[in-house]
Nanobody, 125 residues
């Protein structure tokens, strides 16, 4: 059973930075495709970023490209989301997702077997 636990959310002013972490359990974490999604109040969950098992391939939503960076440390079973130049519209609950059988393209559509509980990010103007 894979468990994902996000941390690092909080309240930050516009223009500031936050670094989210997602710690995964299980010996096969290093081969999982990992992704970040977010859901703002009253809106559907949306894709933010995804990374391949070795960190060599990444994709970003257009709205965060150039501001957010996804990375992973397989030795620590952790994936990160560095968020810079935050905007009020980045306010959402951020979720970590993992999948061991789907491609990056499939996972970025929201199809993933494992999800974390989410961490709140609030950006004030």
């Amino acid at each position: 059973q894979v468990q994902l636990v996000e941390s690092g959310g909080g309240l930050v002013q516009a223009g500031g930075s936050l670094r989210l972490s997602c710690a995964g359990s299980g010996p096969t974490f290093s081969i999982a495709v990992m992704a970040w999604f977010r859901q703002a109040p009253g809106k559907e969950r949306e894709f933010v970023s995804v990374v391949s098992w070795n960190g060599g391939i990444t994709y970003y939503a257009e709205s965060v490209k150039g501001r957010f960076t996804i990375s992973r440390d397989n030795a620590k079973n952790t994936v990160f989301l560095q968020m810079n130049s935050l905007k009020p519209e980045d306010t959402a609950v951020y979720y970590c997702a993992a999948d061991f059988r789907r491609s990056l393209v499939e996972v970025r559509t929201g199809r993933a077997d494992y999800w974390g509980q989410g961490t709140q990010v609030t950006v004030s103007s």
